[in-house]
């Protein structure tokens, strides 16, 4: 069971909105440790998407962005394309626990 | 820029230890933050632990007693030891560079924990 509660799973059809929620606590997120998002294409490392709550990599294109508000994160995809399917795991720092991940939510395009 | 490759065995017996190194490419391991992150089969990502390039450590605490980490800047390289493993240690392995955030990563290696 992961510190930071990701849905396993969500979908959308190629141009849509999704968001990806990942949920921590005052010992986390809460507590003002920034929250990092990962993509991991099947068979590969994960890849930087969004760090530091809202700020992408250069090359990531601006379909995804990233927010945080209290004990929460989210990581949001617009005009959905069909290579964006993927895992998606965020990230934080906890005070106890030192780095911690979500258990990851895997977006399925339809 | 920065690229990292995990190197080691890929089978380890049950109860013995562990060894991953990571080369360091396209710039240098000093003054930087330097993380060990594994991955089950199917599952999710394990922070084990970071170091930082004057050989400061930090663990995670559900791994600590059986974690140790090493730097060698004349090779650029870090190093991953973990004792007294079980099949519940098999997992890919990656290397990353910690800014805090883990950027960029190694492809990562299979290690499989097996008699």
């Known amino acids: 069971q992961s510190v930071l509660t990701q849905p396993p799973s969500v979908s959308g059809a190629p141009g849509q909105r999704v968001t990806i929620s990942c949920t921590g606590s005052?010992?986390?997120?809460?507590?003002?440790?920034?929250v990092h998002w990962y993509q991991q294409l099947p068979g590969t490392a994960p890849k930087l998407l969004i760090y530091a709550n809202t700020n992408r990599p250069s090359g990531v294109p601006d379909r995804f962005s990233g927010s945080k508000s209290g004990t929460s994160a989210s990581l949001a995809i617009t005009g959905l394309q069909a290579d964006d399917e993927s895992d998606y795991y965020c990230?934080?720092?906890?005070?106890?626990?030192?780095?911690?991940f979500g258990g990851g939510t895997k977006l399925t395009v339809l | 820029q920065v690229q990292l490759q995990e190197s080691g065995p890929g089978l380890v017996k049950p109860s013995e230890t562990l060894s991953l190194t990571c080369s360091v490419s396209g710039g240098s391991i000093s003054s930087y933050y330097w993380s060990w992150i594994r991955q089950p089969a199917g599952k999710g990502l394990e922070c084990i632990g970071r170091i930082y390039s004057s050989g400061i450590t930090k663990y995670n605490p559900s791994l600590k007693g059986r974690v140790t980490m090493s730097v060698d800047t004349s090779k650029n390289q870090f190093s991953l030891k973990l004792t007294s493993v079980t099949a519940a240690d098999t997992a890919v392995y990656y290397c990353a560079k910690s800014n805090p955030w883990f950027d960029p990563w190694g492809q990562g290696t299979l290690v499989t924990v097996s008699s």
């Open positions: 005052s010992s986390n997120i809460g507590g003002g440790y920034d």
């Open positions: 990230q934080s720092y906890d005070s106890s626990l030192n780095w911690v």
